[in-house]
């Protein structure tokens, strides 16, 4: 049962414009949200994370919303630079249960 | 780098055999996590131990095992390997599993079952 969905596989976009990657969840007892992205040959890395008690959270030129009410979170990247051409999952864990539920991730591609 | 180690990097075995993938969290973390990711599945997690004690399961094989030792590394142990069972193993870690904790990833082990 595939509780975190990230429905587009692959995203390109221009360099200098935005990246906006979506994710939706299913289970309501969620409440701690996070982005990784994922370079070939190499493990996950953080990006960015958001809690429930938000609805927004900004890192420099990565931004995390949560629509809590629609189970809906997007990373907006601006603007988008070539090195951020990655796999980006997105993740979810609910209390401190901390086992971290992925989706299946999308493929950003950010064409000069 | 994430500061988690893992090894091998890669693996190659047969059928049946038995492997065992290592990991190494980082300094001061308590938490490992072990994560598979099969060709067309996204991650799924596996087992989390925190300071020597299982503290999680998830979509583990009664095949597969884990155990986090005294120094804090862990170990993933599969045994009568399958063909699916071919897949990217990734350890994280974190400080402690409470909290809005981050989980930190090692590169991975590639295991290849012929």
């Known amino acids: 049962d595939q509780q975190v969905k990230q429905n587009s596989p692959s995203l390109s976009v221009q360099e200098g414009r935005i990246s906006i990657l979506n994710c939706d969840y299913t289970n309501s007892m969620f409440d701690y949200f996070l982005w990784y992205k994922k370079y070939p040959a190499e493990g996950p890395t953080f990006l960015i994370s958001i809690s429930s008690i938000k609805d927004k959270n900004e890192d420099g030129r990565f931004t995390v919303f949560l629509n809590k009410s629609a189970k809906h979170l997007s990373l907006h990247i601006v603007p988008s630079q070539p090195g951020d051409s990655a796999v980006y999952f997105c993740?979810?864990?609910?209390?401190?249960?901390?086992?971290?539920?992925f989706g299946a991730g999308t493929q950003v591609v950010v064409t000069p | 780098d994430s500061g988690v180690t893992q090894t091998p990097k890669h693996l190659i075995t047969a059928t049946g055999q038995r492997v065992t993938l290592r990991c190494s969290p980082r300094?001061?973390?308590?938490?490992v996590y072990w994560y598979q990711q099969s060709l067309d599945q996204g991650l799924q997690f596996l087992i989390h131990y925190y300071n020597g004690e299982e503290r999680a399961k998830g979509n583990i094989l009664e095949r597969f095992s884990a155990q986090q030792f005294p120094d804090l590394h862990s170990e993933l142990n599969l045994s009568s390997l399958e063909l699916g069972d071919s897949a990217l193993y990734f350890c994280a870690s974190s400080v402690e599993p409470s909290g809005t904790d981050t989980q930190y990833f090692g590169p991975g082990t590639r295991l290849t079952v012929l």
């Open positions: 300094s001061g973390d308590l938490s």
């Open positions: 993740a979810a864990s609910e209390g401190i249960r901390r086992k971290l539920q």
